[in-house]
């Protein structure tokens, strides 16, 4: 192994996503780096020297690669911190009612409520209840305003049968008057029964449906003996 193979050995060891294993090989190959170092330097031809550029261009190449490593161990260590935090807040947040991106609501005593945001005015917007087959229960037609907009179901299919409780999602699709797509941005409400910490941004389960916790944008007590 000659000084470059020892230098492209210690480039390949940051490949990996740890930084643990990265230091583990530097620490190996830069021992080996030194005795080549040393090596070429008591062998080296009198009359042909090693250049000094290419000696300074080696150590500066095995000082930027320990300074890579070294990077990658504080950007670990910063995202290790974020999702310890954001885990500690999510499961602060168990029991209490958020609202948040979604479109999953919770059909309760005839009643499912959404809330959506349009980017600008609607007045071909359709309305659309899907339950957790995947199936249409419900459609309506309306013109909705750029904005804030809610939407109250009553729990009743197209034909006007009361439909179970239970979890229940609302598809939003809206047009300009020039039929062009208006950007949708659905929110629901409801208390937080549960929480899947296995990504770096937690799942909490809301309404029977999974919000991210980066997707929520309100917090509160629930009412009492809610």
Do not use: C
């Not at 192994?1 to 990996?16: K, L, R, T, V, Y």
């Not at 090596?39 to 190449?61: A, I």
């Not at 999602?169 to 797509?181: C, H, I, K, S, W």
């Amino acid at each position: 192994m000659d000084i470059a193979a020892a230098s492209a050995a210690i480039q390949s060891s940051i490949s990996g996503n740890k930084s643990s294993a990265a230091s583990a090989a530097l620490a190996g190959n830069f021992d080996t780096f030194l005795k080549l170092l040393t090596t070429q330097l008591q062998h080296q031809d009198p009359t042909n020297p090693m250049s000094s550029d290419q000696f300074t261009q080696q150590l500066v190449q095995m000082s930027g690669v320990e300074q890579s490593i070294q990077t990658n161990r504080y950007l670990e260590t910063l995202i290790t911190a974020n999702t310890i935090q954001n885990a500690n807040l999510a499961v602060s947040l168990l029991g209490k009612e958020v609202t948040g991106s979604g479109t999953g609501a919770l059909l309760a005593d005839g009643s499912a409520s959404w809330s959506y945001a349009l980017a600008d005015d609607a007045p071909d917007t359709v309305l659309q209840v899907i339950n957790s087959d995947g199936a249409t229960v419900f459609t309506e037609k309306l013109s909705a305003s750029k904005g804030e907009n809610s939407f109250q179901w009553n729990g009743k299919d197209s034909n006007g049968s009361d439909l179970p409780g239970g979890t229940y999602f609302l598809r939003v699709t809206a047009n300009t008057a020039m039929g062009e797509p208006v950007a949708v941005d659905t929110r629901t409400s409801g208390l937080v029964t549960a929480i899947d910490m296995s990504t770096t941004d937690p799942l909490l389960t809301v309404n029977g449906a999974q919000i991210r916790y980066s997707q929520i944008t309100a917090i509160k007590q629930p009412p009492a003996g809610a």
